[in-house]
Structures are given as structure tokens and as C-alpha cells.
């Protein structure tokens, strides 16, 4: 039985379900899935809201007060984080968009979270290396170009406490990464960075089937 499939398809009704019996979004959480909805398309860029519960429960569980998020987007994920921080607790939230982030900016006030969040503009790398190697932080984010994965797990490790965690999203890439006709730039690029985190020194990895998968490193 260990070596049995177990997993369920995951229908809107069995989804619907699953979220209700976590911990379900709240208004402003539900107002913010509904602003960026209305950008179309690019909203499947949102993370999925049991994502955003388990986020907060694990910033809770590590009794994290410090947290690094790579990518913003409109800033569902931040509020998640932001939410399972103490009140002396911080996120820095790294992103290229004014624009997009200006959403999410509207929804944390409303949350009551602003000011545990500060958002840099500009190229991730550039605000990564600019940072100190101390204080370390406790949990890290990565959702990002997906070419530049490797890269900011290079430049978040050594800013990390013994026992940290990152989280790296989009990691089965729509299941493309078992897909042999898929050789784009980005699915090519998760590949090579999920076998390298798989045989990683420095990390004990996990990966979950949660979304469009989610990867768990921690620091060793």
C-alpha cells in the first residue's frame, strides 16, 4: 500500500469543500480574490486560498517574525503571510509592479496588516543581494519569474536561520514538468530546478501537491 497512487481528482465541489473545512477566506481576503479577478487571465497568477491558509498556519507553526516573499502580484499571498506573524513580526515583499501591488497595498490596510508588510519595487535579485546576511529570516516565498528560481534560492539560503523554511510555488507547472513535448524556457527551467532541490546538501526538501505544487526546503 505505501507504493499505492492516493490521490483525488480535484472537482470544484470537492475544492469548495476542502477550503470550507480549513480555514476559508475572509472578506477582505474574498474582496481582494475578487479585485484580481477582474485583471482576467492573469489572475490564475493568485495563489489558490488553501495555499494562503496553509501559509499563514506554517508562519505560525515556525513562529516566524521575519518573512521574505519573492513576487507579490497583487498581494493575497503577502496577507497571508502578514496574518500568521506576531504584532512585532515583518514581510518584505519584493515585486517589479507598482501597479499590481497597488492592490494588494488597498487590502492590507483594510486587513489591518500594512504595517507589518514593506514592499520594495525593482528587480528581486538586486533587492536580494542588497540585503544583510543578518538578522536571518525565518520563512521565505518564491513566487517569481521562474527562470530566476535558482537564483533567489542562492541568495535567500545564506539570509536564512538553521531550520527555516522556503516555499517555492508553481513547482508541477500545470503538470508540463512530466510532460516530454513540453521544452519551453519556464517548464525547462522548473525541471532543472526541482532535480537540483531534490539532491540539495543544504536542504531537506518536500514536495506537495498543493495548487499547482509547492515546494518545501528547509534549511539544514
Known sequence: MADALKHLSMTPALHDYLVEHGAPPDPVQRALIDATAKLGPIA?????????AFMTWLARALGATRILEVGTFTGYSTLCLARGLPESGRVLALDMSAEWTA????????AGVARKIELRIGPALDSL???????????????????????????ILPRLRVGGVILVDNVLWGGSVVAPDKQDEDTLAIRAFNDAMARDPRVDPVMLPISDGLTLLRKR
Not at 44 to 52: F, K, L, T, V, Y
Request: zero cysteines; a negative charge.
Open 44 to 52: 490564475r497568477m493568485q495563489i489558490a486560498p488553501e495555499q494562503g
Open 103 to 110: 492592490i494588494g497595498r488597498r487590502h492590507w490596510e483594510q
Open 129 to 155: 543581494r542588497a540585503l544583510p546576511l543578518e538578522p536571518a529570516f525565518d520563512l521565505a516565498f518564491i513566487d517569481a519569474d521562474k527562470t530566476g528560481y535558482k537564483a533567489y534560492i542562492e541568495e
